[in-house]
């Protein structure tokens, strides 16, 4: 469905210790263990992953457990995010498979066709244009393998923006120390959904940066997926 909904952006960075610290606490597992299941039902991820706009890098060390023998670069641009990335890693023992990297997603410092599978997962709602995002995907992946990314769709109306919010956001906790946290998840939540593309629009910004004949679908009443095997 075409949105009605303007495009509102949001920081293209989200690099404060409250910012990193909140976004970390959000409940994302079911949907952290979901894009890593359809991503591993794409078939062969190959040796290295590359994770690109990783957080506080979920992904990664779900990745891991998922494959032993699975290694990840994850980058983003957050100093914060990172600096928990790295914690979380430590913690779930992927240390010595999971490397963290600050790194510009629009102009990264690997050669062409230097990972087997490139994926992103909520990163593209933060930037501006990410065509320059999205050809840097196509570049770094080797011929033959997956470039695989998933990110909110914006709704198609301001009441639907409520009524994902009302339902993926909780209840507010009833303790006052972590009512201020639970507003900020979602005000963050909210802002990314009027910050997200449609299905017509991530399509098109996809065929601009070279990912021509990519699968782009919705995936959910929130998120689109777009997937190809690099030719």
């Not at 790295?86 to 990297?101: D, H, K, M, P, Q």
């Amino acid at each position: 469905m075409t949105s009605t909904l303007g495009r509102v952006l949001e920081p293209e960075v989200m690099d404060t210790a409250d910012e990193a610290r909140d976004y970390d606490a959000m409940d994302h597992a079911l949907v952290n263990e979901r894009f890593c299941a359809d991503l591993r039902a794409q078939g062969d991820l190959g040796a290295t992953v590359l994770d690109v706009g990783t957080g506080t890098a979920r992904i990664p060390i779900e990745l891991c457990r998922a494959d032993a023998n699975l290694r990840v670069v994850a980058i983003d641009l957050a100093e914060h995010m990172l600096a928990l990335a790295g914690e979380n890693v430590a913690r779930a023992g992927f240390a010595g498979r999971v490397t963290l990297a600050k790194v510009d997603a629009k102009k990264m410092p690997y050669e062409d066709g230097a990972f087997a599978t490139t994926v992103s997962n909520s990163i593209i709602h933060h930037i501006p244009d990410p065509r320059a995002a999205l050809a840097e995907m196509a570049r770094v992946t080797a011929p033959g393998g997956l470039v695989f990314v998933r990110d909110l769709a914006r709704p198609a109306s301001e009441a639907e923006v409520d009524r994902l919010v009302t339902l993926y956001a909780g209840e507010a906790p009833p303790e006052p120390a972590a009512r201020a946290s639970f507003e900020r998840q979602r005000d963050l939540f909210r802002a990314s959904l009027r910050a997200a593309l449609t299905v017509e629009e991530i399509t098109a910004m996809a065929n601009d940066a070279g990912l021509s004949g990519c699968a782009v679908a919705p995936t959910s009443d929130r998120h689109w997926t777009l997937s190809l095997r690099k030719p």
